[in-house]
DNA sequence: GATTCGTGGGA
DNA sequence: TTCCCAAGAAT
């Protein structure tokens, strides 16, 4: 039986406050049949198939997750594994990181991609380090009001680190919902209050299990769930998917444009920042300049970077990463 | 709510 | 090769 979505109407209150602040009081699910068994199948799922991240070892500490968590926005794991590892071993704790440059924060961002966050991860570490004494905070609200980190950061480090109950809303789980609960291949391009509030309706009650619920809707949609060839032979629930059931229906609109990269602002940013790791020492004008032929663009992407705080300038026309 | 913000790998 | 998109946040 698929799961049902929650119905219009009225009906008890969708669980304790504890769930986010964000969600709103609204119609709630009169009738989600056996999601204990729901619950059930994916956390065993998850039990077996779990990758194994250092992130998620039993020694890594809240600041492992939380470096992980910002790292992983809109970056693949592959990807983000080796430079977890070095920003763990050079900073261990957020006070370690405070004590750093931003921009060797920057530097040592390398090539994840959207180097705003590693200046956002250092100011976040600095904010910890004066204000939290140094522990990372366990409240959804302080967590966020940190720089970098917004509803879903926040939930899955509250979650992730310390076990909370919270709706951990990624584009993982949104897809997984989509799919098991709604009956359709893709989520909304945002998300949306239905989306929370069925989310806050299938959390489990208890917190310990709520925390282990939000890990396993995540990793089964990125390892079997995914946004393209999903494996459904090997999906824990795919008896009870709604989608499937009915006949996995193509996504229907409009397809989301991609972001075309090539000739953008983006593009440019990128090379006049790769420049700029790759120098120990203040770069002169000359050397940015050779980063990309157009020179209205070039220069409308070094101000961007300025206006960011990604990059300095310096009283003879040199350029260097923040200090 | 729509845009902007990097980078690289897999289908 | 081209296209898609990957644990979002800030404006």
């Keep these: 039986m698929p799961v049902s979505a929650p119905a219009p109407g009225p009906g008890p209150t969708p ?5 986010s602040a964000s969600v709103p009081a609204a119609p709630v699910p009169v009738d989600l049949p056996a999601t204990g068994a729901l619950h059930g199948a994916v956390i065993d799922w998850f039990d077996e198939h779990a990758r194994d991240l250092p992130w998620r070892r039993p020694d890594a500490g809240a600041w492992s997750v939380m470096v992980s968590e910002f790292m992983l926005q809109q970056t693949p794991v592959n990807r983000v594994l080796p430079v977890h590892a070095e920003w763990l071993e050079r900073w261990p704790r957020p006070a370690d990181l405070a004590t750093e440059s931003a921009g060797e924060a920057v530097r040592a961002w390398g090539r994840l991609g959207y180097p705003r966050r590693a200046l956002r991860l250092h100011a976040a570490a ?15 609200s302080e967590l966020l009001a940190l720089p970098g980190i917004g509803e879903y950061t926040a939930a899955a480090v509250a979650s992730f680190a310390y076990g909370r109950r919270h709706i951990v809303l990624d584009t993982n789980v949104r897809r997984v919902f989509a799919r098991l609960a709604t009956g359709v291949e893709y989520p909304p391009n945002a998300t949306t209050a239905a989306e929370r509030r069925l989310a806050a309706a299938l959390l489990p009650d208890d917190e310990g299990t709520a925390a282990r619920w939000a890990a396993a809707t995540m990793e089964l949609g990125a390892l079997v769930c995914a946004a393209r060839s999903p494996r459904c032979g ?4 795919a008896d009870r998917c709604a989608w499937r059931l009915a ?25 006049l920042l790769a420049i700029l790791r790759a120098s120990r020492t203040p770069v002169p ?3 940015l300049d050779t980063a990309w032929s157009e020179p209205v663009q ?26």
Excluded: N
Aim: with cysteine.
């Design 126 to 140: 600095t904010a910890i380090a004066q204000q939290h004494g140094g522990e990372v905070p366990r409240e959804h």
């Design 15 to 19: 669980g304790p406050a504890s769930v």
């Design 285 to 287: 004008r000359a050397l």
């Design 234 to 237: 090997s999906c824990p629930v």
């Design 247 to 271: 006949g996995s229906p193509a996504h229907e609109g409009p397809p989301r444009r991609g972001q075309t990269y090539a000739g953008t602002d983006r593009q440019v940013r990128g090379r």
């Design 298 to 323: 070039r220069a409308r992407a070094l101000d961007g970077l300025l206006a960011d705080g990604l990059v300095e300038r310096l009283p003879d026309d040199h350029y260097r990463l923040p200090a």
